[in-house]
């Protein structure tokens, strides 16, 4: 059942990533009294090599406790004014043990009360920089697939009221999304061993 499992995973995974699979999930409302959280998540593929000199302008945590994978998950969040309209930079910076694949999951932060207030953030001009010209695809959002999502990200909660086209709302160009901790944005980049990496995102308060 696990191996059943973890293929499904992978497939809507490789799928996600392509732009060729959308998933939709009903809205909970938001409460805009409620805090806001800017978050990003970054581990190595199957949680298979640390993440060394992990340093941010947020909060770190780790969120894994077993020695075996604690240094391969990290997590950076900021708070946000609930109020402001301004946008935010949230960054983060790490050096791989090894080569392979690093996640980029963009999120909002875990509250007690999900089930009934999403706590969504908007997030745009996402990019990953390094010595060997890594980058993220489509960090814009401005490329949008066929069913009107942005290309190469994996977005297991998507929705249509989750997507912004009007320039007002964008950080840059015209296309942000919105996010919140069960509905976050995800993309892999192919890194080095043993070389700095940083991972950057604006965030401003839905």
């Given at each position: 059942m696990k191996k059943i499992r973890f293929l499904f995973f992978a497939v809507s995974l490789f799928l996600g990533l392509s732009g060729s699979a959308v998933y939709?999930?009903?809205?909970?409302?938001?409460?805009?009294?409620?805090?806001?959280?800017?978050?990003?998540?970054?581990?190595?593929?199957?949680?298979?090599?640390?993440?060394?000199?992990?340093?941010?302008?947020?909060?770190?945590?780790?969120?894994?406790?077993?020695?075996?994978t604690k240094n391969r998950w990290y997590i950076?969040?900021?708070?946000?004014?609930?109020?402001?309209?301004?946008?935010?930079?949230?960054?983060?910076?790490?050096?791989?043990?090894?080569?392979?694949?690093?996640?980029?999951?963009l999120r909002g932060s875990i509250f007690s009360d999900l089930k009934t207030n999403h706590h969504a953030v908007w997030v745009d001009d996402v990019s990953v920089?390094?010595?060997?010209?890594v980058s993220i695809k489509n960090?814009?959002?401005?490329?949008?697939?066929?069913?009107?999502?942005?290309?190469?990200?994996?977005?297991?909660?998507?929705?249509?009221?989750n997507l912004s086209v009007d320039a007002n709302q964008a950080h840059a160009g015209?296309?942000?999304v919105s996010v919140y901790h069960d509905g976050q944005i995800i993309q892999n980049v192919t890194v080095k061993a043993n070389k700095k990496y940083r991972v950057s995102a604006w965030f401003k308060a839905y």
């Open positions: 939709s999930q009903t809205q909970t409302a938001l409460d805009l009294s409620q805090e806001r959280s800017a978050r990003i998540d970054v581990y190595s593929a199957n949680k298979g090599f640390d993440l060394l000199n992990v340093t941010s302008n947020g909060n770190l945590q780790k969120p894994s406790s077993d020695s075996k950076s969040y900021l708070k946000l004014k609930k109020d402001s309209k301004a946008w935010t930079e949230l960054w983060i910076e790490f050096t791989p043990a090894s080569s392979g694949n690093v996640f980029i999951e920089t390094g010595p060997d010209s960090g814009s959002f401005e490329t949008l697939n066929a069913k009107g999502f942005p290309e190469w990200w994996f977005w297991p909660a998507a929705s249509k009221d015209k296309t942000c």
